[in-house]
């Protein structure tokens, strides 16, 4: 089994979230894996022949998905989130 190499990892924003960009080369694959840092749930994964391709892919479908995404705060009156 081939071991990760190659491996980076950044914060970046993306449509105004804060993201983590995960790549590595498994083999002659690179795979990147985007995930949005509050509250850490997987976006997208990507994979391609470059290391800039599968980065790209994936910051392409991840932006697209965060784009879609609103930012708004409960209800008023809403008693089940702290500060609110």
């Known amino acids: 089994m081939p071991k990760p190499e190659d491996y980076s990892e950044r914060k970046a924003q993306l449509a105004g979230w804060p993201v983590n960009i ?3 080369r498994l083999g002659s694959i690179y795979y990147t894996t985007i995930d949005n840092t509050d509250p850490g749930a997987w976006v997208v994964k ?5 290391k800039a391709e599968a980065e790209s892919k994936a910051l392409n479908e991840a932006e697209a998905l965060l784009e879609k995404v609103k930012k708004s705060k409960p209800p008023t009156g809403c008693t089940s989130v702290p500060g609110f």
């Open 22 to 24: 995960v790549t590595y």
């Open 46 to 50: 990507a994979q391609g022949a470059t």
